[in-house]
């Protein structure tokens, strides 16, 4: 698996917002919390604090936004650690699935 390319798509933080905001408001409100919590110790106390606060006051577009950035931190640092050519990346700006796979697919054929 660490030899295997990597495709990543990159798309905005806007451009995924709205589904995200679908997703996560599916669940209670204290599902999300629990989830923000066990993550304390990454994203530290007063992010912690402010996230909790925006999904409580129904602000989930704070919430998530508070969340990526430590996940996407966290994704970039995995992608770091990749050989140089090993990852294909493919820029975005829809959250269209159809869209992204065919982006995919073409870069595949490309290759």
Known sequence: MQEA???AIMMSVETRLPRLIEEYTSFPKETII???TRITKRLGGDKTKEAIEAVRRDDFATAIRI???YYDKAYRY???KRKEGQIIFIETDTDDVRINAAKVLGVK???
């Open 5 to 7: 390319p990597v495709v």
């Open 34 to 36: 629990a989830s923000i």
């Open 67 to 69: 969340v990526l950035d």
């Open 78 to 80: 995995g992608l770091s």
């Open 109 to 111: 054929q490309n290759s």
